[in-house]
């Protein structure tokens, strides 16, 4: 079954601290992974996707395909990182479906 | 560009009525999907359209449907509503030219009492 999990629905890190936010996955054979960001009242965006191997926002993610793992990682939180993040992934066909996350609420504490 | 437009912003129905949603794509997008967002979960994919034609149907049982007009723009019809048909709808335009990324609206809020 293709299945994305996120263990935490709710973070809290000091600014300034290390961030990471977790996610497993499900999918038989070689999926595309993303993390999306919806800030307060803003729209779902693309943060970052493993192919391009980009570092956004200070973000960045390694896929771990042993232990099927997608983690998103910061070394020091900024306050404006509160949002809620969303690991999804997709087939390996660039027009396939997107499968999310149920999605963890990181909330930088001052 | 507006990016992707989504309407109406809110609504409110009834059990058994039904309901469409509207969405326009950015311009030269030839492609869109859409997702049920419950509450508390992640999107869920619903449909994929490209150049009018279905590409692909999530798990929704057939009180769903939907459609794509010449101009790209795309209609999602929900029939005989159910409370659990509470959530956001979101609609994604996707960038056939060249990347693929989705490019979410603002999503239409669906409540069904």
């Known amino acids: 079954a293709q299945r994305v999990t996120q263990p935490e629905k709710l973070l809290s890190v000091f600014k300034g601290a290390p961030v990471e936010l977790k996610c497993n996955y499900s999918y038989s054979g070689s999926p595309e992974l993303f993390w999306y960001v919806q800030y307060s009242r803003q729209r779902l965006q693309l943060l970052l996707r493993?192919?391009s191997r980009e570092s956004i926002k200070g973000f960045t993610a390694d896929l771990n395909k042993g232990e099927t793992s997608f983690h998103l990682k910061k070394p020091f939180a900024q306050e404006e990182d509160s949002a809620m993040y969303y690991c999804?992934?997709?087939?390996?066909?660039?027009?396939?479906?997107?499968?999310f996350g149920k999605g963890t609420r990181l909330h930088i504490l001052p | 560009d507006a990016g992707v437009t989504q309407s109406p912003t809110h609504l409110i129905k009834t059990r058994g009525q039904q309901v469409t949603l509207r969405c326009s794509p950015i311009s030269g997008h030839k492609s869109v999907s859409w997702y049920q967002q419950v509450l508390g979960q992640g999107p869920q994919f619903i449909f994929q359209y490209y150049e009018k034609e279905e590409r692909g149907r999530g798990n929704f049982p057939d009180r769903f449907s939907a459609r794509q007009f010449p101009n790209y723009s795309s209609e999602l019809n929900v029939n005989a509503l159910l409370l659990g048909d509470s959530a956001l709808y979101l609609c994604?335009?996707?960038?056939?030219?060249?990347?693929?990324?989705?490019?979410f609206g603002p999503g239409t809020r669906l409540t069904v009492t």
């Open positions: 493993h192919i």
């Open positions: 999804a992934l997709s087939g390996p066909n660039r027009d396939d479906k997107i499968i």
């Open positions: 994604a335009s996707i960038d056939t030219r060249s990347s693929y990324e989705q490019y």
